[in-house]
């Protein structure tokens, strides 16, 4: 053989041999999560999907997805924008199964990512993500079997994620979640005590904490660990002054959502704070309205329902009944009249007020509406009491 190509040869199979070796690096898909370049542009994206900016969220992430188009994060993102459609108006069913598709592929995508790269950090975080979402969509339909399922899921990435990185910010939420209710349900509930030793060692202050570093440092998970520190302070900790600042907070990062919006309305009148309440009430109505914000009939339905209890309570019947009736009438321009709790609440409280001012021609139609729906059993019973008492 001829000594030039014998060493073309050698030459060649050295060259074949150095890019084979190098074909695992260059195919490796990065730790996006840990690159310190991608961080605040990942979280400027998740403020916007919360804030329904989604083109401002595609815009924020535009070149590491042109970098990294198969990145399953992008599926991830997706997900959560859809999210936001299914969060607006949970009596609306008819989005569930593709949420659930949507949050699937996701969890499909970082499984097949882990299948080359076990200990990747975004497969790992994206699988938590993705079946924690799947879980909480499923509790909210009362599927409690198929949530535990899921759940499960998401805890098993998480416990694997957390051993190779125990100190990302994202998993200070799941962390500090579990450390404050195992610690709290024992006391709370009794019957738990007996099986407090299937519980891990609960701590709630460290998982208070563990919550509030999660709001500030967290991709992914900052508002939701704001959310869940009112929710906290508001339902467990009875610190309501606290429990409202945080959620006024969230209604101020995020105007544009709906969800945070109705439940700063809801905390305002819980707390008897009615001045701020009916301000509030009106001045968001209108911003929705000017702006065309989107599920304004959903905002309509649940504000006017809060602000005709206010108006009731200080005796302004007349407002009231106004009120209450543009809110019946945004339930029935929604998915599933029926039900939805507004309608009900609303239909009831118009009849009611009819009844009383002896206005019962007036008052029937709209409380047998309210005691044939499918929600709020309790308004369904009062509307049948107010009826019984017209025959």
Known sequence: M?????KYSRYWLLFLFVWGLTIPSLAQTPEL??????????????????????????KAIASWKKKYPQHPLWTLLDGMKFWWKVLSDLEDTSND???????????????????????????LIIKVISNGYIA??????????????????????????????????????????????????????????????FLPKGDEKKGLQLLKEASKQAIFARAEAKYF??????????????????????????????YYARILVKSYYKQHRFNEDLQFIDSTLERWKQKQLPYEKVMQEELLTWKGRILERRGNLSSALKCYKQSFSASQDLP?????????????????????????????????????????STYQKKAKQLLSKMQ
């Open 229 to 258: 520190l009112g929710n906290i302070n508001y339902n467990y900790e009875k610190k309501y002054d606290l429990a409202v600042r945080y959620f006024e907070e969230l209604q101020a990062k995020y105007p544009r959502n709906n």
């Open 33 to 58: 999560i840990n690159n310190s370049k991608f961080r605040p542009d990942a979280q400027a994206a998740v403020d916007s999907i919360y804030n329904f900016n989604f083109d401002g969220a595609e």
């Open 97 to 123: 199964e593709k949420f659930f598709h949507m949050m699937k592929k996701a969890n499909y995508q970082a499984s097949k990512l882990l299948n080359d790269q076990p200990s990747n950090a975004d497969a």
């Open 336 to 376: 599933n009249t029926k039900d939805r709790s507004f309608y009900v609440v609303s239909g009831y409280e118009i009849g009611k007020i009819l009844y009383y001012q002896r206005k019962f021609k007036k008052s029937r139609p709209y409380l047998k509406k309210a005691s044939k729906a499918s929600a709020e």
């Open 2 to 6: 001829n000594k030039k190509k014998v």
């Open 136 to 197: 909480r969509q499923y509790s909210n339909r009362s599927e409690w079997l198929t949530s535990l399922n899921y759940a499960r899921k998401a805890m098993s990435a998480y416990n694997y994620l957390k051993k190779l990185q125990p100190d990302l910010a994202d998993l200070k939420l799941a962390e500090g979640l579990k450390l404050y209710y195992s610690a709290y349900l024992p006391k709370a509930y009794p019957v738990v005590k007996t099986v407090s030793w």
